[in-house]
């Protein structure tokens, strides 16, 4: 194994680097940095990060040297750099809280014993939530802001006012790991650890509208849509789709209008009818929609299908599948691991697929039922109606038994999602409901 030296004394960076498994010794750089702009922030970020490499390596007779700047841009060619006093770091708060930022962060790999030097850099736009005066005293006492671009931290107290975050989540940290996973790799260093491939993947932080959470993803929004794309086309050659022009117009009109006032638009929805009797639907990370011929044969009227629709449109918004997907990652990690030359999305569309048609967790079902039934009274749908069709596929179902595709398997908890969707509308469990939730304690 070569020796690793981090051209760094930063504590993010140690940090992130630590958590790769892989051993190290830091050597900070003392070599002056070019704190302006000639040209370009990426351009500025790779030569600093340069000259502090060159300025560690010269100092050793072997080993993979890492050298990292990082930089918050403003536009303009204005940068935040690390403050130099409190009053500098509040200024720097301020202005950064006022509009959407650009980390920026270089990085140079050398290896001393082949002579080779890489650089590249990353960048990750940041979206910050407003802090009062005293707020941001009170962040300052926790959280010293000297040490940091943009006085800052988002893996700490920070990450409470970061409302958004697009792109490399370690980026913003200071180190972005995905990019350095590869140049380490030319140089014959690999980064193996279950620990560091959930870092290496590029993860995201967002404030899900939908949920009202902060939530981390490995996928970028991007990524998703890619990833989406992807199963939806193995998807449409697996199975027949129905050509109805009367039907699909039917669909696509109601998922406009659900669309229109749902909490996720950054993406475009589409949908599809499989060819198949079978009573079901699904979504897709990234907007794909699917629905079984059987939901439009058994729908008594538009808000009945306005109700699986928006019910499919609420695990979209709020990123059930996607997460549902990460929790399966482990397994996916390890074949990454093993056949690293595969792309991740690529390596995630088989993993999809096969979970595809399994079931969601009961607090997804519920909160895509909650968020359904804002969608549909938004939309000027009536929500009882989808009381009415759940109690529908509850009949359907208990006649035949259990079938691979059947509403039950992949939409479990039937019972308990009536009584919840009449709850959400009339403020009140019936008697009825209650009757359901004994039985099904019992069954």
């Known amino acids: 194994m070569k020796k690793i030296i981090l051209a760094s004394g930063s504590a993010q960076r140690k940090n992130l680097l630590k958590m790769t498994g892989v051993p190290f010794t830091v050597c900070k750089s003392g070599c002056p940095e070019i704190e302006a702009i000639q040209t370009s922030c990426a351009k500025l970020v790779k030569d600093n990060a340069l000259l502090k490499a060159r300025d560690v390596a010269s100092r050793h007779k072997s080993g993979v040297v890492i050298g990292a700047d990082t930089v918050v841009y403003t536009g303009q060619k204005n940068l935040v750099l690390k403050p130099r006093d409190l ?22 790999v050398i290896d001393i014993d082949q002579k080779r030097e890489m650089v590249d850099y990353e960048k990750t ?13 009170r962040y300052h006492q926790k959280v ?19 409302h958004r975050i697009e792109g490399c989540y370690t980026n913003v940290i200071g180190l972005p790991m995905a990019k350095l996973r590869e140049m380490l790799k030319k140089a014959g260093v690999s980064l193996i650890s279950l620990m560091c491939l959930f870092l290496i993947t590029g993860c995201t932080t967002e404030y899900n509208v939908a949920t009202n959470q902060q939530e981390y993803f490995i996928h970028s929004t991007e990524k998703e849509v890619k990833l989406g794309a992807s199963v939806a086309n193995s998807i449409n050659k697996k199975y027949d789709m129905y050509g109805g022009v009367e039907e699909n117009r039917r669909i696509e009109e109601i998922l406009d209008r659900i669309v ?13 009818i499989i060819d198949r009797d079978d009573i079901n639907a699904s979504a897709l990370p990234g907007g794909y929609i699917y629905l079984f011929k059987g939901i439009l044969e058994h729908a ?13 449109v609420a695990h979209i918004t709020a990123k059930h599948g996607l997460k549902r997907l990460q929790a399966s990652y482990g397994a996916l990690l390890l074949q990454i691991a093993a056949a690293e030359t595969r792309s991740n999305v690529g390596a995630g569309v088989d993993l999809a697929l096969a979970s595809l048609f399994t079931e969601y967790s009961q607090q997804d079902e519920l909160e895509a039922d909650k968020l359904g039934v804002k969608y549909m009274e938004l939309a000027g749908y009536d929500p009882n109606e989808m009381i009415k069709f759940l109690e529908i596929i509850k009949k359907e179902n208990d006649k035949k038994p259990l079938r691979q595709f059947s509403y039950w398997r992949t939409h479990p908890h039937l019972p308990e999602r009536i009584a919840n969707v009449n709850q959400l509308i009339r403020g009140e469990m019936t008697y009825r409901d209650y009757i359901r939730l004994i039985d099904r304690v019992h069954e």
Request: with cysteine; proline share 6%.
């Open 87 to 108: 009053k500098e770091a509040k200024k720097s708060l301020k202005l950064l809280m006022s509009r959407p930022q650009w980390v920026y962060t270089g990085v140079a």
């Open 300 to 312: 008594e009227n538009d808000d009945q299908i306005a109700g699986v629709i928006a019910h499919e």
């Open 144 to 162: 010293p802001p000297f040490d940091k671009a943009g006085g800052f931290d988002i893996e700490g107290v920070g990450s409470l006012f970061i």
């Open 260 to 272: 229109a006032v749902c909490d996720r638009k950054d993406i475009v929805y589409f949908i599809k």
């Open 125 to 137: 736009k940041v979206f910050m939530s407003p802090l009062s005066d005293p707020e941001i005293d």
